[in-house]
């Protein structure tokens, strides 16, 4: 069974896309090809400067990586020359040695993008080379349909998106035509309430009606709650018994983590986009979903992995699925269900280490908050920050209401 990528075989085939040149010493290649085994990129290693350069020639590459100590040469030279051969590539300069000043001049001049000290952490490095890699990818078009590909038919549309879409659109709304409209369908109103009692809305009392739900959470919110319970049924409907339970652990997490999105949007200065900070925040993970339904004996083989290795649910992720990670699955299809292109942008991009936009900074703290067992990468930056939020939303508070009246 092939668990992943063979970097020593894909070095020579250019059957990847992603392309590093390591120039360091033989301990240092060796280590960081182990590390990177399973993950899809091609890593060419070369052990001397004028080797390094001709391979930098010769080829494009997305990344190039180099000690900076090098026998009677510098790390800094195979730089300098990468800036002008492939300035498109990022530049990573490893080193044992405190030259700070040195590599904060590389690092201020654009010599380099950026430092890693040896010994390294290996996750950290990882999750440096994953976000570059999504840069590098999404800088390229994204053919959405091929990811989807693999999966075969997939559900349409929810429908009710749609209908409550055109309800909301007009002047004249109503919350009696939102709630005349879900209550159309009973199984969504039993599903609703339950959803709406297991999160957090910040409310001490029990909602008990679909008129409730819309005046204490919003019509806003419970529109696209109920489009994206009716997503979530239409994958629930091709699932094993065996993940019916995991599925309806998926769903509350989702919701959860979209009203602690919304609760961070309120107070994040300056930011205006709140509904589609919620909206990206529920539905991040529907290619999870997907995975769990429609590919159920690997999504099994990731479970068991997880358990068997305790590995971060990122790298087992790679192992089984190769490259199209399950964020890029939710992008694809939240495309084809025509939601907006920054809500499938932001879902694309929501495990970045390196959080350049607001929203993606309040829907990674939303996941951090909602569910500290999520491994999956984020802006490191954020850790500083998690308790002076869970202060601001009162989440403590919450947590012990919650715990009494359980």
Same mark, same amino acid.
């Given at each position: 069974?092939?668990?992943?990528?063979?970097?020593?075989?894909?070095?020579?085939?250019?059957?990847?896309?992603?392309?590093?040149?390591?120039?360091?010493?033989?301990?240092?290649?060796?280590?960081?090809?182990?590390?990177?085994?399973?993950?899809?990129?091609?890593?060419?290693?070369?052990?001397?400067?004028?080797?390094?350069?001709?391979?930098?020639?010769?080829?494009?590459?997305?990344?190039?990586?180099?000690?900076?100590?090098?026998?009677?040469?510098?790390?800094?030279?195979?730089?300098?020359?990468?800036?002008?051969?492939?300035?498109?590539?990022?530049?990573?300069?490893?080193?044992?040695?405190?030259?700070?000043?040195?590599?904060?001049?590389?690092?201020?001049?654009?010599?380099?993008?950026?430092?890693?000290?040896?010994?390294?952490?290996?996750?950290?490095?990882?999750?440096?080379?994953?976000? @570059?890699?999504?840069?590098? @990818?999404?800088?390229?078009?994204?053919?959405?349909?091929?990811?989807?590909?693999?999966?075969?038919?997939?559900?349409?549309?929810?429908?009710?998106?749609?209908?409550?879409?055109?309800?909301?659109?007009?002047?004249?709304?109503?919350?009696? =035509?939102?709630?005349?409209?879900?209550?159309?369908?009973?199984?969504?109103?039993?599903?609703?309430?339950?959803?709406?009692?297991?999160?957090?809305?910040?409310?001490?009392?029990?909602?008990?009606?679909?008129?409730?739900?819309?005046?204490?959470?919003?019509?806003?919110?419970?529109?696209?709650?109920?489009?994206?319970?009716?997503?979530?049924?239409?994958?629930?409907?091709?699932?094993?018994?065996?993940?019916?339970?995991?599925?309806?652990?998926?769903?509350?997490?989702?919701?959860?983590?979209?009203?602690?999105?919304?609760?961070?949007?309120? =107070?994040?200065?300056?930011?205006?986009?709140?509904?589609?900070?919620?909206?990206?925040?529920?539905?991040?993970?529907?290619?999870?979903?997907?995975?769990?339904?429609?590919?159920?004996?690997?999504?099994?083989?990731?479970?068991?992995?997880?358990?068997?290795?305790?590995?971060?649910?990122?790298?087992?992720?790679?192992?089984?699925?190769?490259?199209?990670?399950?964020?890029?699955?939710?992008?694809?299809?939240?495309?084809?269900?025509?939601?907006?292109?920054?809500?499938?942008?932001?879902?694309? @991009?929501?495990?970045?280490?390196?959080?350049?936009?607001?929203?993606?900074?309040?829907?990674?703290?939303?996941?951090?908050?909602?569910?500290?067992?999520?491994?999956?990468?984020?802006?490191?930056?954020?850790?500083?920050?998690?308790?002076?939020?869970?202060? =601001?939303?009162?989440?403590?508070?919450?947590? =012990?209401?919650?715990?009494?009246?359980?």
């Amino acid at each position: 069974m092939n668990m992943g990528f063979d970097l020593e075989t894909t070095e020579n085939t250019g059957s990847v896309s992603f392309r590093i040149l390591v120039y360091d010493d033989e301990d240092a290649i060796s280590s960081m090809k182990r590390m990177l085994h399973h993950y899809p990129f091609g890593v060419d290693s070369r052990r001397t400067l004028p080797e390094a350069l001709n391979a930098l020639k010769a080829s494009d590459f997305d990344v190039v990586i180099s000690g900076l100590r090098m026998g009677d040469y510098s790390g800094l030279e195979l730089m300098r020359e990468a800036e002008k051969l492939r300035p498109s590539a990022t530049r990573i300069l490893v080193s044992g040695f405190q030259d700070e000043l040195v590599i904060a001049a590389a690092l201020e001049g654009g010599i380099i993008n950026h430092f890693v000290r040896k010994p390294w952490d290996n996750r950290v490095f990882i999750d440096l080379l994953m976000n @570059t890699y999504e840069r590098h @990818t999404s800088s390229k078009k994204v053919d959405y349909e091929d990811i989807l590909g693999e999966f075969g038919s997939l559900p349409s549309p929810p429908r009710m998106q749609a209908r409550l879409h055109e309800i909301l659109s007009k002047p004249e709304i109503t919350i009696s =035509k939102l709630v005349d409209e879900i209550e159309m369908n009973p199984s969504m109103v039993a599903r609703l309430l339950r959803i709406a009692n297991s999160v957090h809305i910040g409310i001490r009392k029990r909602i008990v009606s679909v008129r409730e739900a819309v005046l204490f959470v919003g019509t806003e919110y419970v529109a696209s709650l109920v489009a994206a319970l009716e997503a979530f049924g239409l994958y629930s409907a091709n699932v094993r018994r065996e993940h019916i339970d995991l599925i309806e652990k998926l769903e509350i997490a989702a919701t959860r983590r979209a009203m602690i999105a919304r609760d961070i949007s309120w =107070k994040w200065p300056g930011f205006e986009h709140r509904y589609a900070a919620y909206l990206v925040s529920l539905l991040q993970d529907i290619g999870i979903y997907a995975r769990i339904c429609f590919m159920s004996d690997k999504y099994n083989e990731f479970l068991e992995l997880k358990r068997e290795t305790g590995l971060p649910s990122r790298e087992i992720e790679m192992r089984v699925f190769g490259a199209n990670t399950h964020e890029k699955v939710s992008a694809a299809i939240l495309e084809r269900w025509n939601f907006p292109p920054e809500v499938v942008e932001t879902v694309r @991009t929501h495990h970045t280490v390196e959080a350049e936009s607001d929203i993606v900074r309040i829907t990674q703290l939303a996941t951090l908050l909602g569910d500290p067992a999520d491994d999956y990468p984020h802006d490191e930056s954020l850790n500083g920050i998690l308790d002076e939020w869970r202060k =601001k939303l009162g989440l403590v508070n919450r947590e =012990k209401r919650l715990g009494d009246t359980r």
